[in-house]
């Protein structure tokens, strides 16, 4: 069984940074694609960050280009979201996500594993 652990969350003021991490444990998931997502009370969950198997393709939710970057660290078998320059509107519970496949993409139905969210407060 593979479980899907985040952390890094916190409490962070407009501006600040934090940086998100993801383990998978049962398995290394050096071959899957992984996602970011995030979701508040009353809305969907969406689409926040993804990264293919090998890190060669990323893709980001608009909002967040040029604040947010995912990479993974390949050796350590963490995948990390770096979260700069936080809005009060980034403010959300934060999910990984991981594929069986090795390609990451914006829906949820792509992943089959995932964690059980880190919250991230930013405020004004």
């Known amino acids: 069984q593979v479980q899907v652990t985040e952390s890094g969350g916190g409490l962070v003021q407009a501006g600040d940074s934090l940086r998100l991490s993801c383990v998978a444990s049962?398995?290394?998931?050096?071959?899957?694609?992984v996602g970011w997502f995030r979701q508040v009370p009353g809305k969907e969950r969406e689409f926040v960050a993804g990264?293919?198997?090998?890190?060669?393709?990323?893709d980001y939710l608009e909002s967040v280009k040029g604040r947010f970057t995912i990479n993974r660290d390949r050796i350590s078998h963490i995948v990390y979201l770096q979260m700069n320059n936080l809005k009060p509107e980034d403010t959300a519970v934060y999910y990984c996500?991981?594929?069986?496949?090795?390609?990451?993409?914006?829906?949820?139905?792509?992943?089959?594993?995932w964690g059980q969210g880190t919250q991230v407060t930013v405020s004004s």
């Open positions: 996500a991981v594929n069986r496949r090795a390609t990451a993409g914006t829906a949820m139905s792509t992943y089959q594993y």
């Open positions: 049962g398995r290394t998931f050096s071959n899957n694609g």
């Open positions: 990264i293919s198997w090998n890190g060669g393709t990323t």
